[in-house]
């Protein structure tokens, strides 16, 4: 399972190796709205992470590790929130929690630690074999963590994927 925390937009997907194959089994985004309390949106993130994890099962996650720019340190604090309660939820339920950096994923999707959101996105739908582009840039994010962990936990990259 990968998940792209934010406060306002939180992307997840969970995938399943097979021999040969690497299937979507879900992906989405947990919204807030901006006008409820944050306590409010916390526990909302929280409660669809811990519906996810308990309907998928996944034996592992990956989350993005914390990142910001200088000039929105804001950001990088109410994504911190965010984060806190996604890793809490898993360890309620016994998963492991994997951080990797924004660049450590995009330098293993696309071969380019800097590429941007259009080009991991296109990245992911041909690693995955998916018809269309993953919308939003979350959803693309998370399945690049969980391609990525994927990968580093069991050796296992997409050929072929289904969906």
């Known amino acids: 399972m990968g998940v792209d925390p934010g406060l306002v937009a939180t992307g997840f997907a ?4 097979a021999p040969g194959a690497v299937t979507v089994l879900d992906a989405g985004v947990i919204t807030t709205v901006a006008t409820q309390s944050l306590e409010a949106r916390l526990n909302a993130i929280h409660r669809a992470v811990l519906d996810i994890i308990e309907s998928r099962r996944p034996a592992f996650r990956v989350v993005e590790d914390l990142y910001t720019e200088y000039k929105f340190p804001r950001t990088a ?9 996604i890793c809490l939820a898993a360890r309620q339920l016994g998963v492991a929690v994997t951080a990797l950096a924004p660049s450590e994923v995009k330098r293993a999707i696309t071969g380019n630690g800097g590429a941007g959101k259009a080009q ?4 992911v739908q041909t690693l995955l074999g998916l018809g269309d582009l ?3 840039s979350h959803v693309a994010d998370a399945l690049g963590l969980a391609v990525t962990g994927l990968a580093r936990a069991t050796g296992i990259t997409p050929k072929r994927a289904v969906r």
Do not use: D, K, N, Y
């Not at 969970?14 to 190796?17: G, I, K, P």
């Not at 604090?77 to 309660?85: D, E, K, N, S």
């Open 14 to 17: 969970v995938l399943e190796a």
């Open 77 to 85: 604090i109410l994504m911190g929130h965010a984060r806190g309660v």
């Open 134 to 136: 993953p919308r939003p």
């Open 120 to 123: 991991v996105q296109r990245s």
